[in-house]
Each structure stands twice: as structure tokens, then as C-alpha cells.
């Protein structure tokens, strides 16, 4: 073998590299020299020649994986050993010597092992998030210390596992939804959904409906819930007149192990429909029908009630405001309805031509976007003035007396204000002159007044104001018995800041400035 590598000059005695030198393969050489003259005899001497091989860094350093976990799972500890691997470099010294490192930008690190040139890849940062880093590549790099360094790269391909650690989550909580009444029984009436961060089975969700206690266990029976898809079922028709609104909760869970779940307050509001005709209430005949007789005297007034058809409707909204009209009349001269009161009242005076008996029918609409209607029949009777006395007596005593009553205690406060305001009056007179000489009661402009309801004189006493205050008629304007026109509003005596005092007399608003005031109201002038 060695004559493979080195040659000799059997002349000159040198010796000379002729096959490859390897300091890998061997790295020191011992040759046996044996030297003879040429005389006679031939005397010869031997000796050994001792070839050291130095060492070229000619060998890259070699990474080899002993063992490697290709998925790592995302909830493992810090430390867990993903990979072990051994990396070696055939040359000697320096050039033999390897420094490895990973790439920065994974949550791994190298360590090395007790064992020489071994080192095994620990976890250094937690993997909480699958979600967001599924897969790492981990790239090592081994350079040894020769001249120049030679260096080595292998990349490990690391997946992290999933662990279930989301839980289903619902966009929005709580979760309202509208459902219009009348919806057919076991038609799908809304859908939930929520989704999971996780993989696969840790996000498979399903559903279904809460049954604790505190949601609403009766309607949560009438409800179905498709456990796919999250799709919810009523398996009856609601009535938005019944039921306004409900509330339940579904529970989302996913398919890990163990599995987490979470779940959603749901709010469904029933919405309205014009599913209810209007209902008369009044008149009503003793079989049911919406008919009545009214009775009156022959010699009422223009403007007499005769009678006011009350009805009422379920629906709310359009879909129960209510609009009265006449459908059918006799004589369109005699009697006229207000939309919406439905009260009847006399156009004119009726005269000895007018007929007894009068037929009005009347029609009672809601506003629904198809509207449902009832109609009413009343009819009146004119009766000669004594009999009508006598009918009433016997007839809706009740209403007259109500309506009288009403009338009587009215007349019993206007009487009283009136009373207090003749007193206040002449108190304040017998103040006024009891007091100053040097003016007498000072009326003052009418200031920032708007409105035709009222009108006010204000007077100056020492250093008060007063202000008194009544309705003033426009031309063509009625105070209708009954309606708010007539108050009696008794301020704060005294008031010391500057701010104006608003009143309300009727529907005029009236500022007034410090000072105590007064007002007082009347019926008519
Ligand atoms: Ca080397
Ligand atoms: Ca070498
Ligand atoms: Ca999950
Ligand atoms: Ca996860
Ligand atoms: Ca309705
Ligand atoms: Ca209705």
C-alpha cells in the first residue's frame, strides 16, 4: 500500500507523493529505507523514515438527526425535547472543531448534550398559538473552526399540534333577532353560529339549546335547534298579542377532549301583524251584533252628541290606530262623525220635515298595510223633548250622570277660582292703598306673549309684579266642556331670579318675569 503512495528514488534516495494523501485516512506514515553500495561485497544500512500527515480542513462538518418529533404540540412545557442530533466533522484540531447555532426566529434551542457532539433542540418559548404559527422551520447551521471555516445547514420541518384551548366563541352576546307573529310552525325562524380558533375536532362545533333554569324552560320546549348548522326551528306560531318577547340561550361546544363549550343569550322580539280586526265595544246589542238605538230630543242643538262608537283593536301601531267613518246615513245633513273620537254629533237643528228614525252606519278601519275593518249600525230616534227626559231617566243613567258630574264640579271650580281671584283682587287693592302714594296700580306692557289662548294684564305693587292671565277667544274657537282650557295654576308665590316663569293656560305658553302672578281663567267672554 505504502508503494501506492510514495515512490523512491533508488538513485537519489528521494521520496516522492505519488497516490493521495489523506490525514483522515492516515495521518502518519513509517517507510522502512534500506540503502546499499555497490561494492564488493555490498555493504548496506537500513532506516525508517517517519511521514506525519498535517491536517487540511477538507471536511465539512456533518449534521446527522437522531431522533426528531415532526409535530410538537402547542400546550408542551418549556424544555420538551423535539430533536436530537449529532454533528460531527472528520478533521483534527481546529478544523475539526464545530460551533452550531439555529435560526433566531424559533421559539427552539440547541443544547448540548452530555454525550460529545450530540446536542438535542428543546423548546425555549411557550406555543400557545397554534392559531397563529402552525409550522416552524427550523433551520442549524455547524461551521467548524478551520481556515477557512467550512459550514453545514439542515433544516428540521417542526408542526406544531393543535390542543384544544379555544372555546367556541359567538360574535355577538347577547343576540337579538326580530320574528314577525303568525310564522309557520317548524319553518326556521333564525340561525346562530359561532365559530372556534382550534383545528379540526377542537373547532367542530355543535349546538344546542340551554335548558338551565333561569332561561324561559316553557318556550325553550317549543324550539328546535338543528346541532350542525345552529339553524332554529319554532314548532309553534307566535302570537306577538300573547307574547311580546322571549329569551334563551344555545351552547355551542366544540369536539376536543375535553371538549369546551360557551354560550349566547338570544332575544327575539315578535313583531307586530294586522291580524286583528278592530272590535266594537260600543254600541253592542244584547245578541252580540254591533248595534244600537240612540234617543233624542227633537229639539237639540247643532253640535249635540248623540253617541260616541267605541272600538278597540289588539294590533298595536298603524296596525291598531283606529279610523272611524260613515259608511252609510240617512241624511247626510243631520249628522256628522270625527274620525277619530267616533263621536257622533248634529250637524243642525232638526226640523218637522226631519225623519223619527235615522240608520248610521259606521265603519271602524285600522291602518295595517292591509286593513281589516268593522262596521256599527246606530240608530237614532228623535223623541219629542218630554219623552226623551222621561228615556233618558230609564236609559244609560250611568253615562249622563258622568258626563253631568263632570260638567257639575267643573262650575264648582270655576265658581271657587273665581271667588279666590275676587279676594286676591281686593286684597291687593286694600294693600295697594294702604301702601305707596306715590303711584297707583301701573299696568305694564304685555311682554313676550304668544299665542291667542290668553291674553294678561300685569300690575306693579311696591316691588312685586303680578301678572293675571285668561283665555282670550279667537273668532270660530270653542272650549269644549271637559278639556284642560280651564286651570287654576297657583305658582310659587315668590320667585327671585331673573328667569321668566312659563305658564300654561290651555295650550298658550306664557313667560312671565319675577314676581309671584296669578292666573285666572275663565270659560268664555
Ligand atoms: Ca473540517
Ligand atoms: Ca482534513
Ligand atoms: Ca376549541
Ligand atoms: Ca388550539
Ligand atoms: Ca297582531
Ligand atoms: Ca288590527
Given at each position: 500500500m505504502l508503494y501506492e503512495v510514495f515512490s523512491l528514488n533508488t538513485i537519489t534516495g528521494e521520496i516522492r507523493i505519488k497516490g493521495e494523501i489523506d490525514f483522515e485516512k492516515a495521518d502518519v506514515y513509517k517507510l522502512d529505507v534500506h540503502a546499499t553500495d555497490k561494492g564488493q561485497p555490498p555493504m548496506s544500512t537500513d532506516c525508517r523514515v517517519i511521514i506525519k500527515v498535517l491536517d487540511k480542513n477538507d471536511n465539512k462538518p456533518k449534521i446527522e438527526v437522531t431522533?426528531?418529533?415532526?409535530t410538537v404540540s402547542e400546550s408542551s412545557k418549556l424544555g420538551t425535547v423535539v430533536s436530537l442530533i449529532s454533528i460531527t466533522d472528520q478533521d483534527a484540531g481546529l478544523n475539526g472543531k464545530v460551533i452550531c447555532s439555529l435560526s433566531d426566529d424559533v421559539p427552539f434551542d440547541l443544547k448540548p448534550s452530555f454525550q460529545d457532539n450530540m446536542y438535542s433542540i428543546v423548546l425555549k418559548q411557550h406555543l400557545d398559538h397554534r392559531e397563529l404559527v402552525s409550522h416552524y422551520d427550523v433551520k442549524i447551521t455547524a461551521t467548524d473552526c478551520g481556515q477557512p471555516p467550512l459550514s453545514t445547514f439542515k433544516t428540521l420541518s417542526i408542526d406544531v399540534a393543535d390542543v384544544n384551548d379555544n372555546r367556541p366563541q359567538f360574535l355577538h352576546n347577547p343576540m337579538e333577532f326580530y320574528l314577525v307573529e303568525n310564522n309557520v310552525p317548524g319553518n326556521s325562524i333564525l340561525s346562530v353560529s359561532a365559530s372556534d380558533k382550534d383545528f379540526n375536532e377542537n373547532a367542530a362545533l355543535t349546538y344546542h339549546i340551554g335548558r338551565e333554569e333561569q332561561t324561559n324552560q316553557k318556550m325553550t320546549a317549543f324550539l328546535n335547534i338543528n346541532s350542525d348548522n345552529g339553524q332554529i326551528s319554532a314548532l309553534k306560531s307566535f302570537d306577538f298579542e300573547t307574547l311580546k318577547t322571549f329569551q334563551f340561550k344555545v351552547v355551542a361546544t366544540d369536539s376536543g377532549t375535553p371538549p369546551l363549550s360557551s354560550n349566547v343569550t338570544v332575544n327575539v322580539f315578535i313583531l307586530d301583524q294586522n291580524d286583528n280586526a278592530p272590535v266594537i265595544m260600543?254600541?253592542?246589542s244584547s245578541n252580540g251584533s254591533a248595534e244600537g238605538v240612540e234617543e233624542i230630543p227633537r229639539n237639540v242643538n247643532a253640535g249635540h252628541l248623540v253617541t260616541k262608537v267605541r272600538a278597540y283593536d289588539a294590533d298595536i301601531g298603524y296596525n291598531g290606530w283606529l279610523l272611524f267613518s260613515?259608511?252609510?246615513?240617512?241624511?247626510?245633513?243631520?249628522f256628522g262623525l270625527d274620525r277619530y273620537t267616533g263621536q257622533i254629533r248634529t250637524l243642525r237643528s232638526f226640523t218637522e220635515t226631519d225623519e223619527a228614525e235615522h240608520k248610521l252606519v259606521i265603519m271602524v278601519k285600522d291602518n295595517g298595510n292591509v286593513s281589516l275593518s268593522a262596521t256599527a249600525t246606530v240608530i237614532v230616534k228623535l223623541v219629542e223633548p218630554k219623552e226623551a227626559f222621561a228615556a233618558s231617566d230609564v236609559k244609560s243613567a250611568t253615562k249622563v250622570v258622568e258626563e253631568d258630574n263632570v260638567t257639575f264640579y267643573l262650575m264648582i271650580t270655576l265658581g271657587a277660582v273665581s271667588v279666590l281671584f275676587l279676594v286676591s283682587i281686593i286684597v291687593l287693592i286694600a294693600m295697594q292703598c294702604s301702601k305707596s302714594t306715590d303711584y297707583t296700580t301701573k299696568y305694564l306692557q304685555e311682554t313676550n306673549y304668544d299665542g291667542t289662548l290668553c291674553h294678561s294684564i300685569q300690575y306693579r305693587s311696591g316691588d312685586k309684579r303680578y301678572m293675571l292671565v285668561g283665555p282670550r277667544m279667537s273668532i270660530g274657537s270653542t272650549i269644549m266642556p271637559?278639556?284642560?282650557?280651564n286651570t287654576l295654576v297657583l305658582p310659587?308665590?315668590?320667585?327671585?331670579?331673573e328667569e321668566g316663569l312659563l305658564c300654561c293656560v290651555g295650550i298658550g305658553v306664557l313667560p312671565l318675569q319675577e314676581g309671584s302672578s296669578f292666573e285666572m281663567p275663565h270659560t268664555g267672554e
Open positions: 431522533s426528531l418529533s415532526k260600543y254600541p253592542l260613515l259608511q252609510e246615513v240617512t241624511d247626510h245633513s243631520l271637559g278639556s284642560h282650557a310659587d308665590r315668590r320667585r327671585t331670579s
